[in-house]
């Protein structure tokens, strides 16, 4: 067997392919579509499904210290304002003058090799830009132009009426803080997991899936002690200089470690669904790029064929979130700790003012205010503060995409009478393919072998999602199987009525073997739990 | 053990046990809340989960003649105007011109013990209606709210970017019907299922979950024959009156059949998952109750404890809604029958001159017009018809707050010193209970014991939701479990070590028995498959 592996090339290759095979569909293409939206097909939305549920078996169900939230996507607009969405996420748009074509002026910049330029009130174009539809100079102005969608609750067109559409899953955690502590008996380190559709009305989406308007979000949460907590607890600080052992969550690990923890975990995941490790790039922002609240930010990042683009963010957003909805709600976002408490039960006066002007130093050195320093110490030293969190956020499309992407091949296989053919499959790893298993009876006109092989379908199709083949020579049905992505093939024939056993065809090596039902079930639980 | 169970009798009881263990929250709750928006904390999360998977494996994975779509929330507004949202989808709002309260008019009738009557323009208050809020007449006339919510595709708000929020998922399905159809393998009959988000903008949202303003669905479009067509085909068309076997679908059977059919369906999943049949009312929907193209409705309804209302409607549709899309798209949506195209080729000029004669017939008795009859068969005889379609339409929430509703009990039971206690308990069904089993070491200080503990929760986590819990004593732990819904709590003690078994504790018989983990696994396998 000869390989010859051909990644789709272009965006044509892979949406066409994506239309072809039911995955992705345009959304309202008998209307014409509508920019920026997508639908996924029997094939996508099984896909996708997939990568949902791995995700929550990963983040929640085999985790003691993450739980679910569900919330939803309208909610009240004063959580925008304390998050800053209300205010500042706006991207800078520019019009054509001449043309009247619309462009997120950094993209345009970007497509002549620029950069937009920062001026006191927002931002320029530099004069080179010009329009890359009808080719004008007169543009104008970047302005900025805020992603949110907005609608109206309620029967009146207002202002007081006004709310929008999330423009991410992670704000209704912070705004539930509080609730999922008083009723989930966790405590902190421990994380709040969402997945759901978040909406951005990008001035212009592009790169299929990729950059679109409406997509699903998976995020975490993770709460953790502020370090100042876990030294005053532990009597000190794990730092990644002490190189520590990332397998298991320790109490004595600051943010540092906790960050470096979750962009293992996640890398680990991406690597456990089937991209492999040389497709990923772990890049970390320099701190030059991060937001004024991130200490660390690190993005998972694969080689779509339009370039090396984020799949994942993972970011310490220190105390951020929690405090600004602690300020504008008038709600304590404060948490007790009994250990912390404890710890500080046990420090004398001396102890706690060298404690007090150790916190209240560090803080003026980074030209922070020391009246919050103390303030944030005394609370420490009664047992409280706001926690800190870590945020791992990924996309479900552009996951979807990259293991479409990444699953894609054609190789030159010897056919049935010799002669060399292309094969086009789709190598997903079996715990995200839409097929886990198909069965097909090796013919369809003897009732006995057909009703045994409906049997052994049957039963697999309890736990496993199937496919039932019984038209076309049998190279034809792997054939089919192979462009859908399926890993296995079972065919039922003579010898399974004698013995038991059937013939099961892996489709990456295309070798088979014989074996029975139970071994087969053995070997499919296995690759999906 | 003496049973006392009480259902929740109030609205205020059950918000207050849904907030209490972290079943439902109030959106945006530390802002004051926002009206008609609800989310899901760590266990209602989960109990979500549990019902959409028992849905889709039900409706989807188990059936090979339906698949699945996961389409946008945002679509092309001409797909609202198709269906008759854009210009019907509205509900008769009164404001009171004193205090200014806004009321949905036929519920403000309703709660006089009113109807609310129809004009020739619209509709009218009976002249006893007062505002139940300040108790003036002073009202205004009912006038139309469309309940879709609007908003702005693009940076520009204006009336060509205007897009709606999806007031059901329904109508993707429709507007994807050719997609799915080309490559998707299936022929008529067939469905597409899809679950997501929907959103109304109700004048009054109320009765906690139940009517809000954001909600999820779980529909199914199952595309079936014309009558006329199966009339070609087999020669007979099976109606209720042939007392059908509802089992296994049949090739002649005509829309009445198989409407039934999906109500028997629908009523046996509501049993699957713990609804007793005798909780459900079966309401068929009477002739004059009927939207205008719909040929039968039937609800399934539970006695929630604000009344008997509506779980889900199984709707037999026509071919309205594609021959809808089909007029306003300008795209075909028939499909080509080969069985039919055969029949109709095995028939003389004669035959063929009856049928369209007896058609023709039928639909002039019908007061349809003789002239589309006549199209509509020649169509036929081609071998081409737009699907009907039975639309079974079911609320994630409402089923959530019903099976709370259902599952919780309050008993007298014998307590550990012989005393009488009370006992709360959820009594969810194991295939949606949010945790499936509790995994208890008999004391935390035996690290043997310990860790042999560990490793049974660790390989049950493998496959189902688990909770671990080492605090306090082992009635104190049964009780916890019993109150979340959590059906089996399985204890490890010295016995364990020396024989591989542990002690199983069921929820609600509180019985207790010794089994080994693969005793154990085999029979939770048995309960969530």
């Known amino acids: 067997m000869e390989h010859k592996d051909s990644s789709p090339q272009t965006m044509d290759t892979l949406v066409s392919l994506c239309k072809r095979r039911g995955f992705i569909f345009q959304s309202s293409e008998i209307y014409g579509g509508i920019n920026g939206f997508w639908d996924y097909g029997p094939l996508g939305c099984e896909l996708k499904r997939n990568i949902r549920d791995s995700w929550w078996r990963a983040m929640v169900r085999r985790r003691e210290d993450v739980v679910g939230l569900d919330a939803t996507i309208i909610m009240h607009p004063a959580i925008w304002k304390a998050s800053g969405h209300a205010d500042g996420f706006a991207d800078p748009m520019v019009d054509c003058k001449a043309c009247r074509h619309r462009f997120r002026a950094d993209q345009l910049c970007e497509e002549h090799g620029l950069a937009l330029l920062r001026t006191a009130g927002g931002f320029a174009l530099p004069p080179e830009v010009k329009c890359t539809h009808c080719g004008s100079k007169d543009l104008t102005e970047p302005r900025a132009f805020n992603l949110m969608f907005k609608t109206y609750v309620g029967p009146v067109e207002e202002e007081g009426a006004a709310a929008y559409l999330r423009p991410e899953t992670a704000q209704a955690i912070f705004a539930q803080f509080r609730n999922v502590l008083e009723t989930s008996r966790q405590s902190v380190p421990f994380g709040v997991a969402q997945m759901g559709k978040s909406f951005r009305n990008e001035i212009n989406p592009r790169n299929f899936t990729f950059r679109s308007r409406e997509f699903e979000q998976m ?15 532990r009597g000190r600080v794990a730092s990644l200089a002490d190189k520590p052992d990332l397998s298991q969550p320790q109490d004595d690990w600051g943010w ?3 960050h470096k923890y979750w962009v293992e975990q ?8 089937g991209l492999p490790a040389a497709s990923l790039v772990e890049y970390w922002q320099p701190k030059a790029e991060l937001a004024h609240y991130a200490r660390a930010c690190v993005d998972i990042q694969y080689a779509f064929p339009f370039g090396v683009q984020e799949l994942e963010g993972i970011a310490a957003r220190g105390d951020f979130d929690l405090t600004q ?31 007090t002007q150790r916190v209240t130093d560090t803080w ?25 969190v870590i945020e791992p956020s ?26 060399t053919e292309t094969r086009t499959v789709l190598r997903f790893y079996p715990s995200v393919a839409p097929v886990m298993v198909a069965v097909f009876p090796l013919v369809k006109n003897k ?12 039963a697999l199709q309890r736990r496993w999602c199937c496919f039932w083949d019984e038209s076309g020579a049998i190279g034809r049905r792997y054939r089919r199987q192979d462009e859908i992505g399926t890993p296995f093939c079972v065919t039922v024939d003579f010898q399974t009525l004698e013995d038991g056993t059937m013939t099961l065809r892996d489709r990456d090596s295309m070798q088979q073997e014989r074996l029975t039902l139970e071994a087969l079930k053995e070997r499919l639980d296995g690759l999906t739990a």
Chains 1, 2 share one sequence.
């Not at 008038?330 to 250990?339: L, S, W």
């Open 266 to 273: 996640r890398m680990a995941w991406y690597r456990a669904i």
């Open 364 to 388: 003026s050195r980074d030209g922070r205010d020391p009246e919050a320093a103390r303030a944030f110490a005394a609370l420490l030293l009664e047992g409280k503060y706001i926690p800190h």
């Open 219 to 233: 995020e975490l949460e993770f709460f953790i002690r502020p370090d100042e907590a876990v030294e005053l607890i």
């Open 447 to 458: 009732p006995e072998l057909y009703k045994h092989a409906r049997g052994i379908f049957d």
């Open 256 to 258: 540092e470690v906790w």
């Open 325 to 355: 909805h602690h300020k504008h709600s008038g709600k304590p976002m404060e948490v007790f700790d009994e250990q912390l408490k404890l710890a500080a039960a046990g420090m004398d006066a001396a102890a706690r003012a060298a404690f």
């Open 394 to 419: 990924a996309g479900v499309d552009r996951l979807a995409l990259a293991l479409l992407c990444n699953a894609y091949a054609e190789e030159q296989v010897a056919g049935d009478k010799g002669k």
